[in-house]
Structure formats: C-alpha cells, structure tokens
C-alpha cells in the first residue's frame, strides 16, 4: 500500500457510492420533496394548495374522460350486439321459410307419386269386375 499512496482515496470512493445508495435508497432528491411535519406543526409540502387543486381537477377530468371514453364503448358494444341479434333473427325466419318451402315441395311430390297409383288402383279395380 505505500507504494500507492492514493489507493486509499480508491477504496474510500469505490465504498462511498455503496454507502449513499444504503443511506438513500430513493436518492437523495426524495430527502427534500417528501412531506415531514415539523414540530411547530407546518409542513413542508412540494405544492401549494391551489397547485393540489389544479392537479386534483385535472386527473377529475381525465377520469372523466376515461368513464367517457368507456360508456361510448360500452354504447357501441351494445349497438353491434343488437345488430348481430336482429341479423340471427333474420337468418333464422329465412332458414325456417326455406325449410318450410322444402317440406311443402316434398309433400306435393308425395301427392303427385300417389294420384297415378290411385288412378293405378282404380284401373286395376275397375279391370278385375
């Protein structure tokens, strides 16, 4: 070490950041701008009361917004649920009505398929007196 005459400095300034970041984990800024109430009853705030004010009724207006913000969503969501809802019931009645149409077509080919077998079964009959 005496060949080295400011290794001691070295050490001493290597040790003293980890000594402030153990006395100031925060920094050391945080010591001046917290608040602390004093003996005497005062404190020491960062901002005034009308500066707390104006802070207070803007977030009230970005919140504001927000809530805004989310009812328009909210309104949109719900519109397109309806839609979606009117478009089901649309395709439903058109489904029915084709499925309608399909059974009465089926039907009339059964009424077709037996008139020839009545007139069949007439004729048949009307050979066998």
């Known amino acids: 070490m005496d060949d080295y005459p400011m290794y001691g400095l070295l050490v001493g300034f290597s040790l003293w950041g980890t000594l402030w ?3 100031f984990p925060r920094g050391f800024w945080h010591t001046f701008t917290c608040r602390v109430d004093t003996r005497g009853g005062a404190s020491t ?6 500066e707390e004010e104006k802070m207070a009724a803007v977030l009230r207006e970005r919140k504001e917004k927000k809530e805004v913000k989310k009812k328009a969503l909210q309104e949109e969501q719900v519109a397109k649920l309806k839609k979606i ?4 019931a649309r395709e439903k009645d058109r489904i029915k009505k084709e499925e309608e149409e399909k059974l009465k077509e089926v039907e009339e080919e059964e009424e077709e398929d037996e008139m020839p077998l009545q007139k ?3 004729a048949v009959q009307w050979q066998q007196r």
């Open 21 to 23: 970041r153990l006395l």
């Open 120 to 122: 069949e079964e007439g």
């Open 85 to 88: 809802e009117e478009e089901m």
């Open 45 to 50: 705030k960062p901002y005034t009361k009308e």
